[in-house]
T-cell receptor
Framework: GDSVTQMEGPVTLSEEAFLTINCTYT??????LFWYVQYPGEGLQLLLK?????DKGSNKGFEATYRKETTSFHLEKGSVQVSDSAVYFC??????FGKGNQVVVIP | NAGVTQTPKFQVLKTGQSMTLQCAQD?????MYWYRQDPGMGLRLIYY???????DKGEVPNGYNVSRLNKREFSLRLESAAPSQTSVYFC?????????????FGEGSWLTVV
């Protein structure tokens, strides 16, 4: 079945550093791809999405490009802030989610 | 603009007690889901309902039952709670209409079984 794999482990970085979180997927066809963010004590909310190959989703300074050649949808942000500390989930069409990555940004 | 509403937000149960988590969505979505979230385990799908009148098991269905009461509501029941069911539970819904399968989550229900 469809599945998503995220890089292992939490990510800790300093404010204004560059953030990358890797995500690869296995699916039939070309599904929509998503990144969700979960702030402490809250539910998940959509951060960005891409619905077809080579699309770039972007929101709040975050970007991810749908790469069908490498079946990837890596999340990037050029300069993180403390307020970006959260858990980030990569996902295919429901209900396939990755296990999430905790991101901690240190001032 | 309620979206997905789930209740209760917090609950403490004794082992062996039963309870039902309620969920409702007002976005006219066909699909609804129940997930649990545990530290280090990410989100795990318990049950889902692709449309009114249908339900299917997810990754971790044991110890749970669900009811898709109508298009809006999808409840999760714990018949005999166990400490292993201590978790945060999220209800969610999705639809193809204008959201391209975007999934919308409730705020979560924190359940402790002692």
């Amino acid at each position: 079945g469809d599945s998503v794999t995220q890089m292992e482990g939490p990510v800790t970085l300093s404010e204004e550093a560059f953030l990358t979180i890797n995500c690869t997927y296995t699916a039939t066809g070309y599904p929509s791809l998503f990144w969700y963010v979960q702030y402490p004590g809250e539910g998940l909310q959509l951060l960005l999405k891409a619905t077809k190959a080579d699309d770039k989703g972007s929101n709040k300074g975050f970007e991810a490009t749908y790469r069908k050649e490498t079946t990837s949808f890596h999340l990037e942000k050029g300069s993180v802030q403390v307020s970006d500390s959260a858990v980030y989930f990569c996902a295919l069409k429901p209900p396939a989610f990755g296990k999430g990555n905790q991101v901690v940004v240190i001032p | 603009n309620a979206g997905v509403t789930q209740t209760p937000k917090f609950q403490v149960l004794k082992t062996g007690q039963s309870m039902t988590l309620q969920c409702a969505q007002d976005m006219n979505h066909n699909s609804m889901y129940w997930y649990r979230q545990d530290p280090g385990m990410g989100l795990r799908l318990i049950y889902y309902s692709a449309s009114e009148g249908t339900t299917d098991k997810g990754e971790v269905p044991n110890g749970y039952n669900v009811s898709r009461l109508n298009k809006r509501e999808f409840s999760l029941r714990l018949e005999s709670a166990a400490p292993s069911q201590t978790s945060v539970y999220f209800c969610a819904s999705s639809g193809m209409e204008d959201s391209g399968n975007t999934i919308y989550f409730g705020e979560g229900s924190w359940l402790t079984v002692v």
